[in-house]
């Protein structure tokens, strides 16, 4: 049965997928702006869509706790936990204007890259060094001038549930660019949807949002401070 939910799901997925990237095609050859309204809300509508359809069809629910530690508006820095490609969705529903930093290659994908340029969102190339840090930060700097609220995996690859991995430095160069505080996020998603599997399993995903770390705090105590919370932020109270 898991196995026909996740062929179901995985058919929903990438037609979901593939019709909306084709269908934001002409709005992105057209487009002069930065961050079309039309682009994001096709992300969100492509979030929507793919979520209810792993709801539905694979018995995948999510729950969130902490949603008082998110703005209404305004830019943010938000730093989660990645265990699954559902992490790479659920932020677009989850805050007004999500900018997402991603890995370089995903832009290589056929039309869903033009839909990820289409959306703004900021895309690093993880083996360039320094200056994966430079383009960082230039698209802090316009996520910053849009209002938008920023997400960053500061682990830097999707882990396995369990699997401790360090916290990689981007994260706060771009807390020093944006002089905002950082909203550290645990997730356990990987046990429902793993990395590069095919199967999805019922269950209820956690998202646990925790407290922003004040701006300005030193850069070895916030990579100390989100290693904690990222241990911490799902055990029980």
Known sequence: MTFLRSLAFNIWFYGVTAFLAIASMPAYALSRQSVPAWGLWV???WARLTLGGLRVLCGTRWEVTGLEHLPASGPAVVASMHQSAFDTMVWLLLVPRCCYVLKRELL??????????????????????????????????????????????????????????????????????????????????GICWGRRAFHKRAGVIRIAIGAPLPAGMARDQLLRELDRAFATGLQPT
Request: positive net charge.
């Open 43 to 45: 992300a969100r509508l």
């Open 108 to 189: 290589d994908i056929p039309v869903f890259g033009a839909m990820c340029r289409l959306t703004g969102m900021i895309a690093v190339d993880r083996g360039d060094g320094s200056g994966a840090i430079r383009s960082l930060l230039r698209g802090a700097d316009r996520a910053m001038a849009e209002n938008r609220q920023i997400v960053i995996f500061p682990e830097g690859t999707r882990a396995p549930p369990g699997t401790h991995l360090p916290i990689q430095p981007g994260v706060a160069a771009l807390a020093s660019r944006t002089r905002l505080p950082v909203i550290p996020v645990a997730t356990d998603s």
